[in-house]
């Protein structure tokens, strides 16, 4: 039943978008119309911080975004009331927005609104379950006693986390809601959609939110399947813990093959991407294992269970090598899953913020009790251009491009990927900021 519950909230989210120019002047706004009930007689153009309330304060965030010095900023958990005195909750995701008219060169802001009240009809299904339980497992008068206490203790426990295992583990213990954690040994995954920042830029809202939907919906189930926890959404990007609440030995196991049926189901993603009118779109994985910080981490009026610690730095850094289709794994990954990996290639790399260069290793697959493989991956042949085409190229730091720009030609060409000629020599796996020239 809990399960149906959480297929139910990622299955059913209700989105609508508002687009703001460069004056942060709201002038078109869609999608679902139940997102406007309480805002929807109101005219536009209109101030987006009187559209958006909430945005009130942000005002330095908002040109960040618009200036591209921000990628992008969340706010969640937003509660309003609607007309009928109905409270509903909100995320709202705010991005850099490039108008489709060609005449018009004014950066804009896109604000996507989630509608995530769902997860209030899941927290009193859950409530109503657990009150059951505490009923038959006591006599009367104790249980009377007791009730009270547990429902004002799973009502504000089930407005912070999202998975039943996080929840069972806080309910054991009395503490379960103050804030602090313990270390432990976890595998950490994070994945990424690649340049889904600069193609967002490029639809409009709609697909936006309608490609975000369809993966986020289908890698849910897959991190599920394999008793990950869902640390966050950041973005279009996935933070998952394995070994968190429930420590088992095959963590490390369990989120390699998590990763690449997630590679698998892409192409499943992609097909309803296409029926939907959507361009292909591709992620990146990367997968460390170690000690980590695992526990309620916040404030006492915003508290989410989560992991924090330098492996889970490590973890973003491995990411950051991959392109789509790829998975990364760390050293300490590689030896807590043991022979069953098939490793398509390995790197020496030297990731910002670690003092000495580390091993990571492309994988292809996994055997044992698995068994999920990846295609065998073939060189390509690229195709020698007839005439090289001119480029400029900025070597990029994380998702940021440095000022220093290099000219150079590509003279070999295939799909996403191509032979670049430069009068400077790059490592490899170094992230570049492409733009062609016009002769």
């Known amino acids: 039943m809990q399960a149906k519950l959480l297929k139910s909230l990622f299955s059913e989210q209700k989105t609508g978008y508002v687009i703001a120019n460069h004056h942060l002047t709201v002038f078109e706004h869609g999608g679902d119309p139940t997102i406007f009930l309480d805002i929807q007689d109101l005219p536009t153009p209109l101030p987006l911080l009187e559209f958006i309330p909430e945005l009130n304060g942000c005002e330095d965030i908002l040109q960040d975004i618009l200036s591209g010095v921000l990628p992008t900023f969340q706010l969640e958990s937003l509660n309003r009331t609607r007309p009928n005195g109905e409270l509903y909750y909100l995320n709202l995701t705010l991005l850099h927005h490039t108008p489709e008219e060609s005449d018009n060169t004014q950066p804009q802001l896109l604000v996507i609104l989630a509608d995530t009240s769902a997860w209030v009809q899941t927290q009193h299904a859950l409530t109503q379950q657990r009150n059951e339980l505490r009923l038959l497992q006591y006599n009367l008068d104790k249980a009377n006693k007791e009730l009270k206490k547990a429902n004002q203790f799973i009502r504000k426990t089930f407005g912070r986390y999202l998975s039943d295992e996080v929840v069972d583990t806080i309910l054991e213990s009395p503490d379960g809601l103050s804030l602090g954690g313990e270390k432990r040994l976890v595998s950490i995954m994070m994945s990424d959609l690649r340049g889904f920042t600069s193609l967002g830029e490029q639809l409009p809202a709609e697909s936006v939110v309608g490609i975000i939907n369809i993966y986020l919906d289908m890698m849910t189930e897959i991190i599920l399947k394999y008793q990950g926890t869902i640390d966050e959404f950041i973005g279009d990007a996935i933070l998952a813990v394995f070994g968190a609440p429930t420590q088992r030995e095959n963590d490390a196991q369990r989120t390699v093959a998590c990763a690449l049926e997630m590679q698998l189901a892409m192409e499943e993603v992609n097909k309803?991407?296409?029926?939907?009118?959507?361009?292909?779109?591709?992620?990146?994985?990367?997968?460390?294992?170690?000690?980590?910080?695992?526990?309620?981490?916040?404030?006492?009026?915003?508290?989410?269970?989560?992991?924090?610690?330098?492996?889970?730095?490590?973890?973003?850094?491995?990411?950051?090598?991959?392109?789509?289709?790829?998975?990364?794994?760390?050293?300490?990954?590689?030896?807590?899953?043991?022979?069953?990996?098939?490793?398509?290639?390995?790197?020496?790399?030297?990731?910002?913020?670690?003092?000495?260069?580390?091993?990571?290793?492309?994988?292809?697959?996994?055997?044992?009790?698995?068994?999920?493989?990846?295609?065998?991956?073939?060189?390509?042949?690229?195709?020698?251009?007839?005439?090289?085409?001119?480029?400029?190229?900025?070597?990029?730091?994380?998702?940021?491009?440095?000022?220093?720009?290099?000219?150079?030609?590509?003279?070999?060409?295939?799909?996403?990927?191509?032979?670049?000629?430069?009068?400077?020599?790059v490592e490899k796996l170094t992230n570049l900021k492409v733009t062609l020239l016009d002769e």
């Open 272 to 425: 309803r991407n296409r029926a939907a009118g959507y361009p292909d779109v591709a992620i990146g994985i990367g997968i460390n294992t170690g000690i980590a910080v695992i526990g309620n981490i916040g404030s006492h009026k915003r508290t989410k269970y989560g992991v924090i610690g330098r492996h889970l730095n490590l973890t973003s850094r491995i990411e950051s090598y991959t392109v789509g289709g790829q998975i990364f794994v760390s050293e300490s990954t590689l030896e807590a899953c043991g022979p069953i990996l098939r490793i398509d290639d390995q790197f020496e790399v030297m990731p910002k913020g670690v003092k000495q260069s580390i091993i990571i290793s492309d994988i292809g697959g996994i055997g044992g009790d698995f068994n999920i493989f990846l295609p065998e991956k073939e060189p390509p042949e690229l195709l020698a251009l007839q005439q090289p085409l001119a480029i400029k190229f900025n070597i990029l730091s994380g998702k940021h491009a440095s000022q220093q720009q290099y000219e150079g030609k590509v003279l070999k060409l295939l799909m996403n990927m191509a032979e670049i000629q430069a009068d400077i020599a």
